[in-house]
């Protein structure tokens, strides 16, 4: 933790220093300076500024935050976060968009106001705002560096985040010297995009504005960074499961360094304890809870869920299955109709009391990846009877996963292929309860599946959901339970063993 104290002249150098080196020192030590009040710090405090230093040294291009409101984000990444960067590199420029005009312009008002202070002035000389800037939407540094504030849905024209590469570093790979210092590695920034809170929370569950943001990141907002390597920082409340943030880690995995901290934590001991008790104490966040859990779990717990409801209650696991008189090993196949749908095979043992499942392959790659992936999965877990869904080329998919295991000396697997004529929407809805009663996941089934753990556990009750394919699937097992099912007792217990 930083103590807060008041540094007398002799002492300029070292704090100077201080800030320059730690985003959250310079936080606490410039809003003590504007407001004349300590900035009360928190352990999240630490984690965020922890990453924005990361950013600074160029060690993170694509950071998500999600945080609830009013523990601070703003001040850190967005007010200190761009005073700080400018004081580094006073040429940086920086992007900063919200949900409304004032918000982003206010955000930018303060920063302008910040480095024209005679105490930011005097520890950071270099940093001088053109006499013409007098625009909180747009204003300049004499070294041609800035700040852009507008709306997550208004326009930016004539203005770039960041600094263009050199030619040398856009075709070569710059190695970051290790014996350089965290300020002078940070010397080297060039300014950032960042966006928060791009939708108002009264504005959430609109499907029309969420993909309004959401597509115009992609066809404007990312394009305008004036390199690669130009970060964008999103912070942001968590307001619907396809809110920008959803939607980014859903068709961007692994991009995104993600920092999410819910409000209520749990301990070294496992209990649950309030992530800032200065702003909520535990039992207030329960209370919160109580009254709203719906608003509770997307901004404070930052686990969206519909508002309509989800449809699949808890589902049943299992850590070691129980014996039984009777086991099938089957699987079950959705193929993929469209580009943005996802094979789903899953691999499970039917018994008298449930279905037991053994593994799944979800994605979507394309066919010539996912059939060889089958066929090897079909045969490692020496499933007896396989049944794909021949829609829109289940067919030739079931034909080549078929033959690709005879390669692989498979020939025990019984490929049943079929084609589904009823309505996938109503099958899903009328089954959802079967589907909960009879199906056994494996108990870390979150961590070894979690893009399907995360599509199947956020299926919404009413209304339109993105991904269908693996509640298909699962419904699809529990309507063929009891079919295909080996009837010579001596082949079904050589298939299972």
Same mark, same amino acid.
């Given at each position: ?26 936080? +606490? ?23 924005? !230093? ?5 060690? *993170? ?60 002035? =005097? ?37 770039? +985040? ?21 300020? &002078? ?19 959430? !569950? ?34 619907? &499961? ?13 991009? $995104? ?6 409000? *209520? ?6 209990? &649950?304890?309030?992530? $800032? ?6 039992? &207030? ?12 779990? /997307?901004? %404070? ?12 209650? @808890?589902?049943?696991? %299992?850590?070691?299955?129980? +014996?039984?008189?009777? =086991?099938? /090993?089957? +699987? ?20 008298? *009391?449930?279905?037991?499942?053994? !593994? ?45 295991? /005879? ?14 004529? !009823? ?21 870390? $089934?979150?961590?070894? $599946? ?8 956020? %299926?919404?009750? @009413? ?35």
């Amino acid at each position: 933790m930083i103590e807060e104290v008041e540094f007398d002249p002799a002492k300029e150098r070292v704090a100077k220093f201080a800030c320059l080196d730690s985003t959250l020192f310079f936080t +606490a030590y410039f809003f003590k300076k504007q407001y004349n009040r300590k900035f009360v710090i928190g352990k999240h405090h630490e984690l965020i500024t922890q990453k924005l !230093d990361a950013v600074l040294r160029g060690e *993170i291009t694509r950071l998500i935050i999600n945080i609830g409101p009013r523990y601070g984000k703003t001040e850190l990444a967005v007010k200190s976060f761009i005073a700080n960067g400018l004081a580094l590199n006073p040429a940086s420029k920086y992007i900063h968009l919200s949900y409304s005009d004032d918000l982003a312009l206010d955000n930018s008002e303060t920063v302008r106001d910040l480095v024209q202070q005679d105490f930011y002035k =005097k520890m950071f000389p270099q940093v001088q705002i053109k006499k013409e800037s007098n625009s909180k939407k747009k204003w300049y540094t004499t070294a041609g560096g800035g700040v852009y504030a507008t709306a997550a849905a208004g326009q930016v024209t004539g203005f770039g +985040a960041g600094i263009v590469d050199d030619e040398e570093q856009e075709n070569n790979e710059v190695e970051i010297d290790n014996f350089l210092t965290d300020i &002078e590695q940070k010397q080297g920034f060039g300014g950032a995009l960042i966006i928060d809170d791009p939708t108002k929370p009264v504005d959430a !569950d609109s499907e029309t504005i969420r993909e309004r943001v959401n597509q115009r990141f992609d066809s404007t907002i990312s394009n305008r960074v004036n390199s690669r390597n130009t970060p964008i920082i999103i912070i942001m409340q968590r307001l619907h &499961e396809w809110d920008l943030c959803g939607y980014l880690m859903e068709n961007e995995p692994g991009v $995104w360094d993600v920092l999410s901290l819910p409000a *209520i934590q749990e301990d070294e001991h496992g209990n &649950e304890v309030a992530l $800032w008790p200065f702003k909520h104490t535990l039992e &207030e966040l329960k209370a919160m809870n109580s009254r709203n859990p719906l608003v509770f779990g /997307r901004q %404070y717990m930052q686990n969206p869920q519909p508002k309509e409801g989800l449809l699949y209650s @808890t589902f049943k696991t %299992y850590t070691v299955a129980p +014996a039984t008189k009777r =086991k099938t /090993r089957k +699987a079950y196949i959705d193929t993929a109709d469209t580009g943005s749908d996802y094979l789903c095979s899953i691999v499970y043992d039917e018994t008298e *009391i449930g279905l037991y499942v053994v !593994d799944i392959l979800y994605t979507q790659a394309p066919m010539e990846t996912t059939e060889p992936e089958t066929a090897t999965q079909l045969t490692k877990h020496k499933v007896s009877v396989a049944r794909i869904e021949s829609n829109n080329g289940g067919r030739g998919f079931a034909r080549n996963v078929e033959s690709q295991m /005879r390669i692989l000396k498979n020939h025990g697997t019984r490929v049943s292929w079929f084609h589904q004529s !009823d309505s996938k929407e109503v099958r899903i809805f009328t089954r959802s309860a079967e589907v909960t009663n009879m199906i056994y996941m494996p108990a870390n $089934w979150d961590k070894l $599946w979690p893009t399907f753990y995360k599509h199947v556990t956020s %299926y919404a009750a @009413t209304g339109k959901n993105a991904h269908d394919d693996a509640q298909d699937t699962l419904t699809g097992m529990v309507e063929h339970i009891g079919k295909n099912m080996p009837t010579d007792p001596a082949v079904l217990q050589m298939l299972i063993r």
